[in-house]
């Protein structure tokens, strides 16, 4: 019975989790879907360590660029990084609040910064309401 309860608990919490896609050709094809220009980098393909020493990040598996151009600008977009555990994104998340909140990102576009389990991402609003949907 004590199984029984643990397995419909844990199946409840899957099923009302956010629904972020989860690999990075699906969040490829949800996004070309709506238009946007979708860029991936893997560790396997792509050296991310420069991107790990410049942002002080450790443990980057994937970073996925989601964007729309409008008027030969970016309007809107959404950067994923992808990490190898939880604890990296963790401090990758609070790396990227600490750094808007003190003004240190001057993007002006960068309304949201979203944590889920080894992922962050963050951009504007709307991009990141289509991808989570």
Known sequence: MKKLIY???LSFLILTTSC???KAETVKDKMKKDGYTVEIYTKD???LDMMEKDFGYTNLNTVINVFKFTEERIDEYVNILIFDNK???KAAYNKI???KNNGEIKDQTLEEIKIKGTWVYYGTKSTIKKLEK
């Open 20 to 22: 972020l896609p989860n």
């Open 97 to 99: 609040n600490e750094q």
């Open 7 to 9: 397995i419909l608990l």
């Open 45 to 47: 393909k792509f050296n």
């Open 87 to 89: 604890e990296s994104a």
